[in-house]
């Protein structure tokens, strides 16, 4: 199974914000450390930022972080967020629907290729956080 650009972005986002837990940080710093485009890293930011994922702050002074602590937020749930990971195949116009086990087959794939998202949080990804600073800083 292949993650789609935007949950890529998405995970880049929480590193980010992880290995800087509690600081603001703006979408610009994010989108210059990765070099990724920074409108299309504003739209990532904003569902993630609607889905409770992250914090934003307003004004002069602002940005963005994690909403919850590392630990807290879990990559599966991530996953399913940005990814929608239902319905791999469009059975309604396939015509041996009724008769074919392919749909069950992919559901139990899929289940299993989230569980194990299910068992990893954002503090597992920045484990090395002073690594990962120094990293983002280059």
Same mark, same amino acid.
């Given at each position: 199974?292949?993650? @789609?650009? !935007? @949950?890529? !972005?998405?995970?880049?986002?929480? *590193? #980010?914000?992880?290995?800087?837990? +509690?600081?603001?940080?703006?979408? =610009?710093? *994010?989108?210059?450390?990765?070099?990724?485009?920074?409108?299309? /890293?504003?739209?990532?930011?904003?569902?993630?930022?609607?889905?409770? #994922?992250?914090?934003?702050?307003?004004? =002069?002074?602002?940005?963005?972080? /994690?909403?919850?602590?590392?630990?807290? *937020?879990?990559?599966?749930?991530?996953?399913?967020?940005?990814?929608?990971?239902?319905?791999?195949?469009?059975?309604? @116009?396939?015509?041996?629907?009724? +008769?074919?086990?392919?749909?069950?087959?992919?559901?139990?794939?899929?289940?299993?290729?989230?569980?194990? #998202?299910?068992? !990893? @949080?954002?503090?597992? /990804?920045?484990?090395?956080?002073?690594?990962?600073?120094?990293?983002?800083?280059?």
């Amino acid at each position: 199974m292949r993650l @789609t650009r !935007y @949950t890529d !972005y998405a995970i880049r986002v929480l *590193i #980010f914000l992880g290995a800087r837990e +509690g600081e603001l940080c703006s979408i =610009r710093a *994010i989108a210059s450390a990765f070099s990724i485009s920074q409108n299309h /890293l504003m739209k990532v930011v904003q569902d993630l930022a609607a889905a409770g #994922f992250v914090e934003t702050v307003r004004g =002069r002074n602002g940005g963005l972080r /994690l909403s919850r602590e590392a630990p807290d *937020i879990n990559l599966g749930a991530l996953l399913r967020h940005t990814e929608g990971l239902t319905d791999l195949l469009d059975c309604p @116009t396939c015509m041996v629907r009724s +008769g074919c086990g392919m749909p069950s087959i992919l559901s139990e794939a899929t289940a299993a290729f989230i569980g194990v #998202f299910d068992k !990893y @949080t954002v503090a597992d /990804l920045v484990r090395r956080r002073e690594l990962l600073r120094s990293l983002l800083a280059a």
